[in-house]
């Protein structure tokens, strides 16, 4: 099988898309083959490149505005490869730019098309910026012969926004490495993994990993740092358009000493990041599901959460974590508190939420299930 793939963005750059994109064709039949069109972002990334099973053609000249010419261009030059050796399936990864571009080439050239959610915006967001496309926005859904989204709740959005009900659907949920996250067995404080990420702290150490924008909620997590004793201290793992003004806040806060910022940590290095943590937080304001919360789960780190998007699909309140309401940082400040004081509730949420993800979300089981929903399109 030949599979065309239009993805706004593709390796190197990592986001949970990026992720689950690598990691299912990774495990898909040997003899497939992939062509991903993507933006070029970034100039210095060859404009073709052989990456494993997948042939990467990158569009654009190396800027912002790539997506753009993604969504306007990608299907031209999927035609062209099309008709040197035809494709069987076009998988658009998310109703992005890329989704603009997989509908142009359905239109055109009439092969089954799979549909991926992965949106992590509120539909309100995602449609505001739609703007004036709108109606060629639900076009992507309303053409889709497939579709797959990671969490229910999202799976209920495409249908709302036009997906046939009749056709194929699934809520295949993103996964998580199995050999690389695995549970903490070090006993006491793992001073020695703070030590390698700067962190000079003996004391609770909550983590956050995330992209810092504001649909995270990084914010919420520093107020709510301001209401925990002197001894909670918070690891921010990541970069983003709202860092400065981040860090003005905590030190507005008075909690600027008491925060790492520690800027973009590697893929391979979240396990370590992981071991040197007491919780892990993320207030989500939305979320369509949240591969850091199974890798978290994965090693056993209790979780608390935000009650948004796809996240009660893995986060149960009291089961597998802690959910605490959007936008509210008492409440979140709370349930961190409460996590880590009650120890037999700690134990219990995370023992559940080892065994629930290494059952459900492994990307073995992932891949199987995206196969089988790829085949029955062809």
């Known amino acids: 099988m030949r599979i065309c793939i239009f993805s706004t963005a593709y390796l190197p750059f990592v986001g949970g898309a990026e992720v689950a994109l690598d990691e299912i064709i990774k495990r898909l039949p040997p003899d497939w083959e992939f062509d991903v069109f993507t933006a070029r972002l970034d100039g210095r990334l060859p404009r073709v490149e052989q990456?494993?099973?997948?042939?990467?053609?990158?569009?654009?000249?190396?800027?912002?505005f790539d997506k753009y010419l993604l969504a306007l261009r990608g299907a031209a030059h999927a035609a062209r490869k099309h008709a040197q050796h035809p494709y069987d399936l076009v998988w658009s990864m998310m109703a992005s730019y890329g989704g603009f571009a997989a509908l142009t080439f359905k239109k055109k050239i009439g092969v089954p098309f799979l549909l991926t959610l992965q949106e992590g915006d509120s539909p309100e967001h995602i449609m505001k910026r739609v703007g004036i496309f709108k109606e060629r926005f639900k076009q992507i859904f309303k053409k889709a012969d497939g579709l797959q989204a990671i969490s229910t709740y999202l799976l209920e959005w495409g249908k709302h926004m036009g997906f046939d009900s009749l056709k194929p659907h699934k809520m295949i949920p993103n996964?998580?490495?199995?050999?690389?996250?695995?549970?903490?067995?070090?006993?006491?404080?793992?001073?020695?993994?703070?030590?390698?990420?700067?962190?000079?702290?003996?004391?609770?150490?909550?983590?956050?990993?995330?992209?810092?924008?504001?649909?995270?909620?990084?914010?919420?997590?520093?107020?709510?740092?301001?209401?925990?004793?002197?001894?909670?201290?918070?690891?921010?793992?990541?970069?983003?358009?709202?860092?400065?003004?981040?860090?003005?806040?905590?030190?507005?806060?008075?909690?600027?000493?008491?925060?790492?910022?520690?800027?973009?940590?590697?893929?391979?290095?979240?396990?370590?990041?992981?071991?040197?943590?007491?919780?892990?937080?993320?207030?989500s304001r939305s979320e369509g599901l949240g591969i850091v919360f199974l890798e978290a789960m994965a090693s056993k780190l209790p979780v608390?959460?935000?009650?948004?998007?796809?996240?009660?699909?893995?986060?149960?309140?009291?089961?597998?974590?802690?959910?605490?309401?959007?936008?509210?940082?008492?409440?979140?400040?709370?349930?961190?508190?409460?996590?880590?004081?009650?120890?037999?509730?700690?134990?219990?949420?995370?023992?559940?939420?080892?065994?629930?993800?290494?059952?459900?979300?492994?990307?073995d089981v992932i891949a199987q299930r995206m196969r089988e929903l790829m085949e029955g399109l062809v």
Request: charged residues 25%.
């Open 51 to 64: 990456m494993g099973r997948v042939r990467v053609i990158r569009i654009g000249q190396g800027g912002r």
């Open 175 to 283: 996964g998580f490495d199995a050999n690389r996250f695995k549970p903490v067995v070090l006993q006491g404080i793992p001073n020695n993994f703070r030590e390698e990420f700067g962190i000079h702290h003996t004391g609770t150490l909550i983590v956050t990993v995330s992209r810092l924008v504001r649909k995270n909620g990084v914010d919420i997590l520093l107020r709510a740092l301001a209401e925990l004793p002197q001894e909670y201290h918070l690891a921010v793992a990541g970069e983003g358009e709202e860092e400065p003004t981040l860090k003005s806040l905590a030190e507005n806060l008075g909690v600027n000493n008491r925060v790492y910022f520690l800027g973009t940590i590697l893929h391979d290095r979240l396990p370590d990041l992981y071991k040197s943590a007491t919780v892990f937080c993320r207030p």
């Open 304 to 363: 608390v959460a935000t009650h948004v998007g796809g996240i009660s699909d893995i986060v149960r309140h009291e089961e597998t974590g802690l959910l605490c309401a959007s936008e509210d940082y008492h409440d979140c400040a709370q349930k961190i508190r409460r996590l880590v004081d009650d120890e037999a509730l700690r134990k219990h949420c995370v023992e559940n939420a080892f065994e629930f993800v290494r059952r459900d979300f492994q990307w």
